[in-house]
């Protein structure tokens, strides 16, 4: 069973069926190309031999996770899913009569995808150049807030690794606890202001520690929301320690 699945089961779509526990993706988070490229490295394969039923079947739990946390997808992640369960049927396909020598299916992925490293990587490369006029703002730049740390041994993460740190500190809640995001628990919004509270206090927080006054389901999964709102604002910038894999949280 796949990590999406283990929790789906545990949460119903009317519990968390308000606006005020709901999340944006578009236009601010990595889309459906950094999705697979997340499966893929998390499933060591090759790119040119991707095993097409396992990352389709993996993407769509987590199309249907987000959506069952309120987070809304932008329309490239349908498409996308789309393109996959169009691949996958191809090749489910037996080989007709004189069509031994016919194009791999998975090329139809495998071309973007490799075009969209090479573009990724292109812009990550301009990204880490000096910006003109970079000393002039009053406001540290966003450069200075992990020189204490060796610059080889942070990287700066994205969603899908924090779905599945969030996913780890699911599965430590007692199983069969259902989601109850009622009326008077707190909001998306109040949460994020206890965060900021929090994060003003404290240079940083790993990620497990912004969750340690949670007790319940429902909780985290606001605190969870509240930590992604706060990306999406340039509140909080989120960088993890390769040697130790622990996700820190600074605020900006």
Do not use: C
Request: aromatic share 6%.
């Amino acid at each position: 069973m796949s990590l999406m699945q283990d929790n789906l089961t545990d949460a119903d779509p009317d519990d968390v069926d308000d606006d005020r526990y709901r999340v944006k993706l578009q236009d601010v988070f990595e889309g459906p190309m950094d999705l697979l490229v997340h499966l893929i490295k998390k499933a060591e394969v090759d790119i040119y031999d991707i095993p097409i039923s396992q990352i389709t079947a993996q993407y769509l739990d987590y199309l249907e996770w987000m959506k069952q946390m309120n987070i809304d997808l932008a329309g490239d992640f349908v498409l996308m899913a789309s393109t996959l369960t169009h691949i996958k049927s191809r090749m489910l396909l037996p080989p007709q009569v004189g069509e031994e020598d016919e194009e791999d299916p998975r090329l139809e992925i495998t071309r973007p995808l490799l075009e969209y490293l090479r573009i990724k990587s292109a812009a990550e490369q301009l990204a880490e150049r000096n910006l003109l006029g970079e000393k002039t703002f009053t406001r540290k730049p966003d450069t200075d807030i992990l020189e204490r740390v060796e610059e080889n041994e942070v990287i700066h993460i994205g969603l899908f690794e924090l779905i599945d740190a969030f996913q780890r500190i699911l599965d430590k809640v007692t199983p069969g606890h259902r989601v109850d995001l009622t009326r008077d628990r707190v909001s998306v919004q109040e949460r994020i202001a206890q965060l900021t509270e929090m994060l003003e206090t404290k240079e940083s927080m790993t990620f497990d520690e912004l969750f340690a006054d949670d007790h319940q389901r429902s909780d985290i999964i606001v605190t969870f929301l509240a930590i992604l709102e706060m990306a999406k604002l340039s509140l909080i910038r989120i960088a993890q320690h390769v040697p130790t894999g622990i996700i820190r949280i600074f605020y900006q």
